[in-house]
């Protein structure tokens, strides 16, 4: 079995289940070649229009296809749109594009062997970047890297891993490629 650790490609096919479009008629920032639908559950959601955010929090599980993603929060802040049409409840339904996701508390996400956990992650659409932080973890089979911060530059197909200081740095265990099979 060939063994290859891709981190920015690890975000690249995981986050963008999260931030596609339909939740709160929210634009996707990052195209996937995926149309199926995305599944969130949570213990509870709660809708702040005048703060231009939406709360799953308890248990949060986003799924799209084999990728999945755990976390004990998630955050989708939004551009409020204009004339957006209202609800009873008061939230806007046609919400503007998504600026910023943060996952928060043992956050895990996985797609096929690749997972990535830690206790905080942010995407930012503006600049397309996600940032991984409190012992961020990256695993491809036994392939292994660990570090305090991940960020990576979906645009620019790059991730960087960095250490908070000498007592915490950057570590990767990687098995190089079995060219023999």
Do not use: W
């Amino acid at each position: 079995m060939k063994k290859r650790f891709l981190p920015t490609l690890l975000f690249v096919a995981i986050l963008p289940f999260v931030v596609a479009g339909g939740v709160c008629g929210a634009e996707s920032p990052i195209k996937t070649t995926s149309n199926s639908p995305i599944q969130i559950t949570s213990d509870r959601l709660e809708a702040y229009d005048d703060k231009a955010l939406v709360l799953f929090s308890g248990s949060v599980v986003a799924t799209q296809d084999d990728a999945v993603m755990h976390a004990d929060k998630l955050y989708l802040y939004y551009d409020k749109k204009s004339g957006g049409e209202k609800v009873p409840s008061g939230v806007t339904v046609s919400a503007g594009k998504i600026k910023r996701i943060e996952l928060k508390g043992n956050v895990n996400m996985k797609k096929g062997e690749r997972t990535l956990t830690g206790e905080k992650a942010v995407f930012h659409n503006a600049n397309q970047t996600v940032v991984v932080t409190g012992n961020a973890v990256m695993r491809e089979g036994d392939n292994v890297i660990t570090g305090d911060k991940v960020t990576v530059f979906l645009n620019e197909n790059r991730g960087v891993v960095e250490g908070s200081s000498k007592k915490k740095r950057v570590t990767a265990t990687l098995y190089p490629e079995d060219d023999t099979k």
